[in-house]
Every structure is written in C-alpha cells, then in structure tokens.
C-alpha cells in the first residue's frame, strides 16, 4: 500500500481544511487509516483513525467535535475535515494504514498546515 497525503495549506483560525489520503492497492479497502501529526520540536501525536469499514472512527481529545475522518472505499481515499481550526492545530499531517490490530506500517509523505491567529 502506497499513501499520498494532501490538502494542506495556511489558514487563518477558525477556519477550514480538508485533507485527503489516496492510496493505491486492491486491498486498501481491508486497512484502517490514521492521522497523525507532528509540529515542529514535538513529537508525532496521534489525530484519529478509521476503521477499515469506515464504521468507527476514533479522535484524540483536543480534535473532537471540530476534526471529522471519512473513506470513500470507492476512490481509495481517506479525508481528515477540519473545522474551527486553532493555531495549535499547526503540524505536518501524515496518514498511516494498518491491518488492525497490526502496526501503522505504511506511511504517506506528509502535507503542512499552518493555522495563523
């Protein structure tokens, strides 16, 4: 499985992104997605991820009810809707894929997004 993360970009806050993660792969529709983040002098930190159905999706505490993931088995892509985006929120985004309850084994490149006050 191969992943390309995009959509990032600078926004000012409160405002919003939507990031997508495209991969390739018959079996990708079998592997749940996570999102992760690191911003600079911090270590990765885990966003959320979705299962492999796309019927479960879990979210760190300081990104519910304002970061919302969603799969489109159709296309092999994975979104990450971010609303009410916070300057804190600033990191390179990476999504990863798994065969639960497996590691995080695949990585996509990474996509910046920068949140102005």
């Known amino acids: 499985v191969q992943l390309q993360a995009s959509g990032g970009g600078l926004v000012q806050a409160g405002g919003s992104l939507r990031l997508s993660c495209v991969a390739s792969?018959?079996?990708?529709?079998?592997?749940?997605v996570g999102w992760f983040r690191q911003a600079p002098g911090k270590e990765r930190e885990f966003v959320g991820a979705?299962?492999?159905?796309?019927?479960?999706?879990y979210y760190t505490d300081s990104v519910k009810g304002r970061f919302t993931i969603s799969r489109d088995k159709a296309k092999n892509t994975v979104y990450l809707q971010m609303n009410s985006l916070k300057p804190e929120d600033t990191a390179v985004y990476y999504c990863?894929?798994?065969?639960?309850?497996?590691?995080?084994?695949?990585w996509g490149q990474g996509t910046q997004v920068t949140v102005s006050s």
């Open positions: 792969g018959r079996t990708f529709s079998l592997y749940s």
């Open positions: 990863a894929a798994r065969r639960a309850p497996g590691e995080w084994g695949y």
């Open positions: 979705i299962s492999w159905s796309g019927g479960s999706t």
